[in-house]
């Protein structure tokens, strides 16, 4: 029983893991895509200016 017990816990403990590393993906790949949507809008209104 204990080494079922055991191995509930490591895939409890893989699985936030995995979550908390999706997370992280997510959270840059939401910064990155607000930069380069700022960058977009900046550089058509720098072509506009000129």
Do not use: H
Request: aromatic fraction near 10%; hydrophobic fraction near 75%; include cysteine.
């Amino acid at each position: 029983m204990a080494k079922w017990a055991g191995i509930f816990l490591l895939v409890m403990i893989a699985a936030a893991v995995l979550g908390f590393v999706v997370d992280a993906v997510r959270v840059i790949a939401g910064f990155l895509f607000v930069a380069c949507a700022v960058g977009l809008v900046v550089s058509l209104l720098a072509k506009k200016k000129s």
